[in-house]
């Protein structure tokens, strides 16, 4: 069987993923990548976050000094994980990603892995659109320890004004390039979470939170580990 060929995007991902870069600056050499090889696709990419920045997507969502949300959503393996199932262990990082298929998401993922235990006894946990077969998936190519959630149709992130519908354009730019984001996700919609973090006293009160409509674009690292430093 004939080998397919990697793109120059998984190939800069690869080239990255364990390097000693830091996480934005992995991310610029696969947003360079993606950019050089696919130049219309980062140009819509661009547009459709300059949209999303100008309607304030994501303003509304929780804020500094205000509690986290409850939730109850379904781990990797099925099992219901509720917010104060996760404080109860202590403060928390709960970080949104799209899923198994973004390169994006797989280094932040892959970041978050490398200090997970640096974090203690802070935990994280991450929260998907897409089902336990695909979150599983995620856990294993980042090497994370730490729980990824499902939530299904983007519920828990639309209530949180941090979830967002493609446009037909993007869909069809992601379709071409062979991620079936209804399918991994179990539903038919073209809705995804805006990459987010929000850091998250035991009390359950939010400290610090990083929200952008870029995605390829996430909270820094050594940001992260200043803020839970401030909560432990």
Known sequence: MTQQPISPIEAAFLEVRSSDLSLKERLRV????????????????????????QVQVGSHAPKVGEKMPPFVLPDHEGQLVSLDDILAKGPAVIAFHRGHWCPFCRLSMMALAEIEQQLKPAQIVAISTETQRYTRMLREQTGAMFPVLTDMDGAYALSLSIAVVLDDKLSSMISEAGWDVPLYQGGKEWLLPIPAAFVVRQDGTITARHIDPDYRQRMEIDELLRCVDEVL
């Open 30 to 53: 696969v947003a360079d990548a993606a950019r050089t090889h696919k130049p219309w696709y980062a140009e819509a990419i661009d547009q459709f976050a300059a949209r999303l920045r």
